[in-house]
């Protein structure tokens, strides 16, 4: 359903629009990495989000603190062996059961530390809950950012506002590079457009790194 309606929206664009957008694309792009590496991080900005513009709504990265940080977030969960279901850290409280007089004499007397399933109310021990960790793959294409990092005040050093800004550049690049690519692919690698192909220019493709 969804790549119907970007199909529609495709054919509806002008075919001529197609190389324009490469060209300027390419621009941008040789601008965007110039400005990184000579530190001009507002020309860098301009680029890559001029870049961004180009770009049908459907194929844009979406540059949002708050989206990004749902999508990055580490998922940790501890599994219930009573009821099989996986509980987030948040909903999990650790405390110290004593022992009763016959675990006890089975234990050794020390406390066990347990929590409470919020599904089915019964006791785990945490020694024999399986805890996963779901973090997120590197490199992964999310279609999204969080907003660029700002300077604020002197509170946040040169130093490592130039480390921050460099690493949200390369890394929206990236995300740019990859949604450029799947643009491409949708639209100029069908055989009826092979003319139109070859007249796009790809040759910076291999050679910025
Ligand atoms: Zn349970």
New binding site residues.
Partial sequence: MLYDTIFVQIQGMPQARLPDINTAYVKYRVGAIHALKSKQYNVMHGCLISINALLPAEYQVVVSTAEYNVLAKVDITYH??????D?TKEDIEVFDLIPNGMESLLHGGKANKVWS??????L?RLVSTSISQTILQNPTFLGIVPESPSRTNGLMDRMKFNIEIERWGWNLLGELEFKMGKFRDDNWKRGDNDDLSSRIDFSLDDKES
Avoid at 80 to 85: F, G, L, M, T, Y
Avoid at 117 to 122: F, G, L, V, Y
């Fill in positions: 219930c062996n009573n009821c099989e279901v509980i399933c919020i599904k089915c109310n019964k785990n």
